[in-house]
C-alpha cells in the first residue's frame, strides 16, 4: 500500500518537514507536488521527480531529486522552491494569528502525470499546516500616542515563564503598511518582537516625506517601559529601508544595542532624516540609472547610488559612532539594493576606526528578501504605481539556503546581545 507521510503535520513556518513515501514499485519514478492557496486565493505549487529504491520508499531526507524545481538533495525543497501561478506575486501573510498555511502534498506516477497533467489521479496525498505563531504567542494592536503596529509577546514555554523577555522592533521595507510574519516567528523563539510600521498604516502619513527618528525612539521606549520586556537595551531587526532606519537608530539611540540589517542602504537616501532638530539631507534617487531587465522586470539598485562613488558625506550614516553590535546579512545577487558595496563601505568605516562590534554574512546567489527559512524566494512582485514588476533577485537554491543560516545567525546574535550580556540571564 502506497504512504505518503510528513512529520509533522503542523508546525512553525520555520521547522522543517520529514517526508517520505512507501510501498512503491521498486526503482519507479515518481512525482511529489506541493501547492498552496494564500489568503487572496493566488495559487503556488513546486513539483520534483524521484526515483524510489529497491525496497520502494522515496525518502526526502536522503533522496535527490532527478529534476523539476530543483535537483539534488533538498529535504525542504518543495516548500521553498513554490512559486506563483502566475509570475510575479508574493508569497505573503498577513494574518499571523489565526491561520496557517495549508500545504498540500501529493504523490504521483510520473508517467500518469506526464500523459495528463490536469486529471492525473494522486497516488497519495496530505495537508502540512506551516504556522507563524506558536501556540500561546500573543499579539496586542499596538495604538499608543503616534506608534503604530503590533506587539507579539513568547509564550510561558520560555524562561523566565511569564516574563520579562528580550524586546525588538522588527522594521520592513520601503512600501510602508504592517509586515507582522517575522516579529510573530521571533515571539515564538522567545522574544517580544513589536512589528512597527512607519507609513501607509492606519492613519500613519500615505507616503514616507521624511524619517522622523524621534518615532523609532517613541518605539525603543515604550519596549523598555512595558513590563514584559526587560532591558537595558532593545534589539532591531530589518530589512531594505527599514534597515537604513535601523542603522540610524543603532547610531542616534543609546536604547538599541543589537541590530540585524538585512541588505541595507547605509546612507540617507530619497527623504531626510530627522532627530531632535537636525537634519540629514538624502543622497536623491538617481532614477536615470532605472533599468528594465528582458523579462520586463524593474531594476532599482541603480537608483539607490553607490556610497563609494557618489554620496556626499553629510549623507552617510556614520555607523563607526554606534555603541551597539551589528549582524550585517547580504544577498550578492541583490537585484534592488546594492547591498555588498553599501556592506563593503560599513565595514572598512568600521575597521577605520578600531570597530570589531559587528559580524557580516554575505551569501552568494541570494537576493534582497531574505527571510524566515522554507518560505520560497520572491524574484520579482508587483509594486503600486507602475507597470512593471519591481526584481528582487535571486537563485532559488542559493537563495533557500541563505534563509536558512541567516535565520539560526539572527536568533543567536540576538541571544547574545540582548540576553547573555545581562547579569544572571543566560
Same mark, same amino acid.
Given at each position: 500500500?502506497?504512504?505518503?507521510?510528513?512529520?509533522?503535520?503542523?508546525?512553525?513556518?520555520?521547522?522543517?518537514?520529514? +517526508?517520505?513515501?512507501?510501498?512503491?514499485?521498486?526503482?519507479?519514478?515518481?512525482?511529489?507536488?506541493?501547492?498552496?492557496?494564500?489568503?487572496?486565493?493566488?495559487?503556488?505549487?513546486?513539483?520534483?521527480?524521484?526515483?524510489?529504491?529497491?525496497?520502494?520508499?522515496?525518502? /526526502?531526507?536522503?533522496?535527490?531529486? /532527478? $529534476?523539476?524545481?530543483?535537483?539534488?538533495?533538498?529535504?525542504?525543497?518543495?516548500?521553498?522552491?513554490?512559486?506563483?501561478? @502566475?509570475?510575479?506575486?508574493?508569497?505573503? @501573510?498577513?494574518?499571523?494569528?489565526?491561520?496557517?498555511?495549508?500545504?498540500?502534498?501529493?504523490?504521483?506516477?510520473?508517467?500518469?502525470?506526464?500523459?495528463?497533467?490536469?486529471?492525473?489521479?494522486? @497516488?497519495?496525498?496530505?495537508?502540512?499546516?506551516?504556522?507563524?505563531?506558536?501556540?500561546?504567542?500573543?499579539?496586542?494592536?499596538?495604538?499608543?500616542?503616534?506608534?503604530?503596529?503590533?506587539?507579539?509577546?513568547?509564550?510561558?514555554?520560555? =524562561?523566565?515563564?511569564?516574563?520579562?523577555?528580550?524586546?525588538?522592533?522588527?522594521?520592513?521595507? %520601503?512600501?510602508?503598511?504592517?509586515?507582522?510574519?517575522?516579529?510573530?516567528?521571533?515571539?515564538?523563539? $522567545?522574544?517580544?518582537?513589536?512589528?512597527?510600521?512607519?507609513?501607509?498604516?492606519?492613519?500613519?502619513?500615505?507616503?514616507?516625506?521624511?524619517?522622523?527618528?524621534?518615532?523609532?525612539?517613541?518605539?525603543?521606549?515604550?519596549?523598555?517601559?512595558?513590563?514584559?520586556?526587560?532591558?537595558?537595551?532593545?534589539?532591531?531587526?530589518?530589512?531594505?529601508?527599514?534597515?537604513?532606519?535601523?542603522?540610524?537608530?543603532?547610531?542616534?539611540?543609546?536604547?538599541?544595542?543589537?541590530?540585524? #540589517?538585512?541588505?541595507?542602504?547605509?546612507?540617507?537616501?530619497?527623504?531626510?532624516? @530627522?532627530?531632535?532638530?537636525?537634519?540629514?539631507?538624502?543622497?536623491?534617487?538617481?532614477?536615470?540609472?532605472?533599468?528594465?531587465?528582458?523579462?520586463?522586470?524593474?531594476?532599482l539598485h541603480g537608483l539607490l547610488g553607490n556610497p563609494q562613488a557618489e554620496a556626499p558625506l553629510s549623507s552617510l550614516l556614520r555607523i563607526e559612532k554606534a555603541q551597539g553590535h551589528f549582524l !550585517? +546579512?547580504?544577498?550578492?545577487?541583490?537585484?534592488?539594493?546594492?547591498?555588498?558595496?553599501?556592506?563593503?563601505?560599513?565595514?572598512?568605516? !568600521?575597521?577605520?576606526?578600531?570597530?570589531?562590534? *559587528?559580524?557580516?554574512?554575505?551569501?552568494?546567489?541570494?537576493?534582497?528578501?531574505?527571510?524566515?527559512?522554507?518560505?520560497? /524566494?520572491?524574484?520579482?512582485?508587483?509594486?503600486? #504605481?507602475? =507597470?512593471?514588476? /519591481?526584481?528582487? $533577485?535571486?537563485?532559488?537554491?542559493?537563495?533557500?539556503?541563505?534563509?536558512?543560516?541567516? *535565520?539560526?545567525?539572527?536568533?543567536?546574535? !540576538?541571544?547574545?546581545?540582548?540576553?547573555?550580556?545581562?547579569? %544572571?540571564?543566560?
Amino acid at each position: 500500500m502506497i504512504q505518503l507521510t510528513a512529520t509533522p503535520t503542523s508546525a512553525l513556518v520555520d521547522e522543517p518537514v520529514h +517526508i517520505r513515501a512507501t510501498g512503491l514499485p521498486p526503482n519507479q519514478v515518481v512525482v511529489f507536488e506541493a501547492s498552496l492557496i494564500d489568503e487572496k486565493g493566488k495559487l503556488f505549487q513546486s513539483r520534483a521527480y524521484y526515483r524510489a529504491n529497491e525496497a520502494g520508499e522515496v525518502d /526526502l531526507e536522503h533522496a535527490s531529486a /532527478l $529534476g523539476g524545481d530543483y535537483v539534488g538533495v533538498h529535504p525542504m525543497g518543495l516548500f521553498w522552491s513554490l512559486k506563483p501561478e @502566475k509570475i510575479p506575486n508574493r508569497l505573503m @501573510k498577513r494574518d499571523v494569528m489565526n491561520s496557517p498555511f495549508k500545504v498540500q502534498l501529493k504523490l504521483y506516477d510520473s508517467n500518469l502525470l506526464i500523459l495528463n497533467l490536469l486529471t492525473a489521479t494522486p @497516488k497519495a496525498s496530505l495537508t502540512v499546516e506551516r504556522w507563524f505563531t506558536s501556540p500561546g504567542v500573543t499579539r496586542i494592536q499596538v495604538r499608543e500616542g503616534r506608534l503604530r503596529g503590533a506587539l507579539f509577546l513568547p509564550p510561558v514555554v520560555f =524562561p523566565p515563564g511569564e516574563g520579562p523577555f528580550p524586546g525588538l522592533i522588527d522594521l520592513d521595507g %520601503g512600501f510602508g503598511g504592517l509586515f507582522e510574519f517575522r516579529a510573530s516567528l521571533l515571539a515564538s523563539r $522567545g522574544f517580544a518582537s513589536l512589528a512597527l510600521a512607519y507609513f501607509k498604516y492606519e492613519d500613519l502619513p500615505s507616503e514616507l516625506e521624511q524619517v522622523d527618528l524621534e518615532y523609532f525612539e517613541e518605539a525603543a521606549n515604550f519596549l523598555l517601559q512595558h513590563p514584559k520586556v526587560f532591558g537595558p537595551g532593545v534589539g532591531v531587526v530589518s530589512i531594505s529601508k527599514g534597515a537604513s532606519i535601523g542603522l540610524a537608530m543603532a547610531i542616534n539611540l543609546k536604547q538599541v544595542t543589537a541590530t540585524v #540589517m538585512i541588505n541595507a542602504p547605509t546612507i540617507v537616501i530619497g527623504e531626510p532624516l @530627522k532627530y531632535h532638530g537636525l537634519t540629514i539631507q538624502p543622497l536623491p534617487y538617481s532614477s536615470e540609472c532605472l533599468s528594465v531587465d528582458a523579462s520586463g522586470f524593474l531594476h532599482l539598485h541603480g537608483l539607490l547610488g553607490n556610497p563609494q562613488a557618489e554620496a556626499p558625506l553629510s549623507s552617510l550614516l556614520r555607523i563607526e559612532k554606534a555603541q551597539g553590535h551589528f549582524l !550585517l +546579512i547580504v544577498g550578492e545577487d541583490d537585484k534592488n539594493v546594492r547591498s555588498s558595496i553599501y556592506a563593503k563601505h560599513a565595514t572598512e568605516q !568600521l575597521r577605520r576606526n578600531g570597530k570589531k562590534n *559587528w559580524t557580516l554574512l554575505s551569501y552568494p546567489g541570494a537576493g534582497h528578501l531574505i527571510y524566515p527559512p522554507y518560505t520560497p /524566494l520572491c524574484y520579482a512582485s508587483r509594486i503600486p #504605481m507602475t =507597470p512593471f514588476a /519591481l526584481c528582487w $533577485g535571486g537563485e532559488v537554491i542559493s537563495h533557500a539556503a541563505a534563509q536558512e543560516h541567516s *535565520w539560526m545567525e539572527i536568533q543567536k546574535f !540576538l541571544r547574545k546581545h540582548l540576553i547573555s550580556c545581562v547579569t %544572571g540571564r543566560l
